[in-house]
């Protein structure tokens, strides 16, 4: 049997004539920048969020560098950040000149440790910014609780989160502002690059769809020394299309994991840990092995499909080597980065696809 690390095919067979008829909508319209799509899944997305607003940028790194550039982040700032996530987060912050500062995460759930952040805060820190890593929610009442303690901002990183929650509320809905990415492979998902970032605060949200569209609130009339990062028509209809399936397509991937985390037995496998009170939504299913060179040639001699997320941690990456970061001083993420090994997690596996993986994990020998 072969089981791919992710496919698309199931959903979108399903959702075919709803997508073409997406197109065709803005085709005959002839409408394709700041329009009606737009406009409606900006509304919606927010509702969904439980939040107020909702403004569609170009990409998942476009709605987490404009928050912090909004809310006037910038040359000089620090923002804390998690050593263990994909680098988009922390390029956000060197975009708008300011300084990521890497915090541990909690090697049980990959996320950020709220008790290590404390000890990272300087006169210069302006933000925090947790990442919902591969679908699970941040212990956000913590962070929530550190970041008025010292009257910083929080920008939520949801880009992996849609639709989960903590404590029966959304992520996405705790921060001054958050960022979502709609790239393709993820639980709502595009069918090209798109964003988008929510706020409950009108002003915020009216500064960052000016940035985002050359810093301009009406036409040839530039506030602000903006961006160019909107949404565009055709992509907003196709994720209007697809928001109504979300929470099944999230329940769906809860299915998959409930399996992995119940009948994968292997001692030589560590995994996923989920906080008390929180509902992961399992973009990611990362397990953690010591000889994972060993388990992923393993697995893919089986024709199962796996990925790591991420191979190499952010500080020890070349474009960030300016930091002065040594190899040994984040040893969380680095354990991380050399363990973890991430096991096929899609919409539309078949309970006979779950279970050749599972026997297969089982199966590995150290």
Not at 259 to 270: C, D, F, G, Q, S
Request: negative net charge.
């Amino acid at each position: 049997m072969k089981v791919p690390f992710v496919s698309f095919l199931p959903l979108e067979r399903e959702l075919d004539g709803d997508l073409r008829g997406a197109f065709d909508r803005v085709y005959r319209r002839s409408w394709y920048i700041e329009g009606e799509e737009d406009t409606a899944f900006e509304n919606n997305f927010a509702a969904y969020c439980g939040v107020q607003y909702c403004v569609g940028v170009g990409n998942g790194l476009d709605a987490l560098m404009l928050a912090l550039k909004a809310l006037g982040v910038g040359e000089g700032d620090e923002v804390i950040v998690p050593s263990n996530t994909y680098i988009a987060t922390a390029l956000a912050v060197t975009y708008v000149g300011a300084k990521p500062v890497f915090v541990e995460p909690d090697l049980r759930t990959f996320n950020l440790d709220p008790t290590r952040i404390e000890e990272k805060i300087t006169e210069k820190t302006r933000c925090i910014m947790p990442v919902h890593l591969y679908g699970q929610a941040c212990d956000m009442d913590p962070i929530m609780a550190i970041a008025r303690k010292h009257g910083l901002y929080v920008v939520e990183d949801c880009a992996q989160a849609h639709g989960a929650t903590y404590k029966g509320r959304k992520v996405g809905s705790f921060g001054d502002a958050s960022g979502f990415s709609f790239y393709p492979g993820k639980n709502l998902g595009a069918l090209g690059d798109a964003g988008a970032t929510v706020t409950n605060n009108a002003e915020l949200a009216a500064k960052i769809r000016a940035l985002g569209n050359y810093g301009s609130d009406f036409k040839y009339h530039h506030i602000y020394k903006g961006n160019n990062s909107r949404l565009d028509e055709i992509q907003a209809a196709f994720l209007n299309a697809k928001l109504p399936h979300l929470d099944r397509v999230n329940a769906d991937r809860r299915r998959i994991a409930a399996r992995y985390l119940t009948e994968i037995k292997n001692p030589a496998v560590v995994l996923p840990y989920v906080i008390e009170e929180s509902v992961p939504v399992w973009h990611i299913f990362g397990i953690r092995c010591r000889e994972r060179a060993e388990l992923e040639a393993y697995l893919n001699e089986r024709e199962i499909g796996t990925n790591k997320h991420y191979p190499i941690p952010m500080h020890l990456q070349e474009c960030y080597r300016d930091l002065g970061i040594e190899k040994g001083a984040l040893p969380i993420a680095e354990e991380i980065s050399a363990t973890e090994l991430s096991l096929p997690m899609y919409y539309g596996m078949t309970d006979e696809e779950v279970q050749y993986v599972i026997d297969a994990v089982n199966g590995f020998e150290v």
